[in-house]
Each structure stands twice: as structure tokens, then as C-alpha cells.
């Protein structure tokens, strides 16, 4: 499986803006999709934006036209810029990394967001 590391989240305040970094390594895996989720407090576990090799996107109507997801496949690296960051996007923010090849699917360990004055 793909080895996941999740970084930059934290506290911003609201208005504010954070990028968001997920890197895969590993052997034998095909990055046929990668993208992030996230769970809020008492909430389930919600896809944010994903994006496949070709560059086709699904991103949630909740953040379409704040948040914009990227990704640089030869670098094995997806990107999640979150602006205008409301408290309701207050989320352990996950990134997950699809392998259709294989069926198998990867996860990070998340990191935090936290949107609050």
C-alpha cells in the first residue's frame, strides 16, 4: 500500500486561508485518484475534492469556489487550497489516495483544521 504524509493544517481564523499537502511513497501502487475528506466534530466523514490522473474533479457543493484541488503526478502530491475557511469547515481533514489497479485505497492520519476567532 501507499504510504500517506498529510501537512498544513492549523488554526486560521475566519476569512482566512491554509494549503494543504499530501504526498504518497511507496513500491507498487497507481495513483489513480487521490484527494481529501474530512470528518467534523459529531459529523461523518465527507468528501472534500478528489482528483484523478487525467485531471477530472468531484468536489463537494459545500466548498466549490473556495477550495481548489491540484496535484502534481510526478511527485505523487495532491493539493487542497481552502479560502474564505468558515468555522463549519472545522474538520480533521483526511487524504486518501484510490488505486483502481489494485482495489486498494490508502489513507492518512489526518491533520487538523481549525477555523475559529
Known amino acids: 500500500q501507499a504510504q500517506l504524509e498529510e501537512s498544513g493544517g492549523g488554526l486560521v481564523q475566519p476569512g482566512g486561508s491554509l494549503r494543504l499537502s499530501c504526498t504518497a511513497s511507496g513500491r507498487d501502487f497507481t495513483a489513480n485518484e487521490m484527494g481529501w475528506y474530512r470528518q467534523g466534530p459529531g459529523k461523518e466523514r465527507e468528501l472534500v475534492a478528489s482528483m484523478r490522473s487525467n485531471g477530472l474533479t468531484n468536489v463537494a457543493d459545500s466548498v466549490k469556489g473556495r477550495f481548489a484541488i491540484s496535484r502534481d503526478n510526478a511527485k505523487n502530491t495532491v493539493y487542497l487550497e481552502m479560502n474564505n475557511l468558515a468555522p463549519e469547515d472545522t474538520a480533521v481533514y483526511y487524504c486518501?489516495?484510490?488505486?483502481?489497479?489494485?482495489?486498494?485505497?490508502?489513507w492518512g492520519h489526518g491533520t487538523q483544521v481549525t477555523v475559529s476567532s
Open positions: 486518501k489516495l484510490s488505486d483502481y489497479v489494485r482495489s486498494r485505497f490508502s
